[in-house]
């Protein structure tokens, strides 16, 4: 039987990998897409729902499917206001989480960040944390929690601070080795085919840490 994903953050680094490897795969006949702005590009699978994604829980009915893949995110440079923070990286997957409980999708897979923890006293880390920990709470059967260190790639924006910080960590990445790996920067690419990867595979983990991450896009 053929599937349906659902994808919330196909316009992103990660997001618009993760559609291309979807829209290739003979097993889902349908892609839905939840985001505020159309994507440019057209393709018979895919099937668009223009929402206002801080307020998913207003479309229940149309968040039906066989996979969940939440890749939605943002910054401190991007979004300093720290409750309009929250509402991104907190708020949407907490809703996506809980519609797939309501809605019976058995897989959610989702983008956190290494350094995650609901006790942090670094509002980023925590409030991470405290996403992580809501989604685990939901309790739908298979959740896979992805914990990336510095993502590397080319955004659609100017970061300076983080063109930097992936510049440096192409020179120490060779560097950190052991338990050192899950802190080299990784390519938006894995974490990508990792995901694709989870919702085709069983794996004993709920959360994966980048260096995990990596090992498992070599699958693909």
């Keep these: 039987m053929k599937k349906t994903a659902l994808l919330l953050g196909a316009s992103g680094l990660t997001g618009c990998l993760l559609l291309e490897l979807l829209l290739s795969d003979s097993d889902y006949d349908k892609i839905k897409l939840f985001s505020r702005k159309k994507i440019d590009l057209s393709h018979?699978?895919?099937e668009e729902h223009l929402v206002d994604v801080l307020q998913l829980e207003n479309h229940a009915t149309e968040f039906t499917g066989d996979v969940v893949f939440c890749c939605i995110g943002t910054t401190k440079a991007k979004t300093p206001d720290e409750t309009e923070y929250k509402a991104i990286d907190y708020g949407i997957p907490v809703t996506a989480a809980q519609l797939a409980k309501q809605n019976n999708i058995p897989t959610f897979i989702v983008i956190s960040a290494l350094g995650?923890?609901?006790k942090s006293t670094i509002f980023y880390n925590r409030?991470?944390?405290?996403?992580?920990?809501k989604i685990i709470a939901a309790g739908i059967p298979r959740t896979f929690i992805l914990e990336p260190?510095?993502?590397?790639?080319?955004?659609?924006?100017a970061r300076i601070g983080e063109t930097?910080?992936?510049?440096f960590m192409k020179i120490i990445n060779p560097l950190l080795f052991g338990?050192?790996?899950?802190?080299?920067s990784i390519?938006?690419?894995?974490?990508?085919?990792t995901m694709w990867y989870l919702s085709k595979n069983e794996?004993?983990?709920?959360?994966?840490?980048?260096?995990?991450?990596?090992?498992?896009?070599?699958?693909?």
Excluded: C, H, W
């Design 44 to 46: 018979p699978k895919i």
């Design 116 to 118: 995650a923890n609901a």
């Design 127 to 133: 409030i991470k944390g405290e996403m992580e920990a």
């Design 149 to 157: 260190s510095l993502i590397s790639g080319n955004r659609k924006e």
């Design 164 to 167: 930097m910080g992936i510049y």
């Design 179 to 184: 338990k050192l790996k899950k802190y080299r």
């Design 187 to 193: 390519a938006p690419e894995n974490i990508a085919k």
């Design 203 to 220: 794996y004993p983990k709920t959360i994966i840490t980048s260096d995990v991450i990596f090992e498992l896009s070599q699958s693909v």
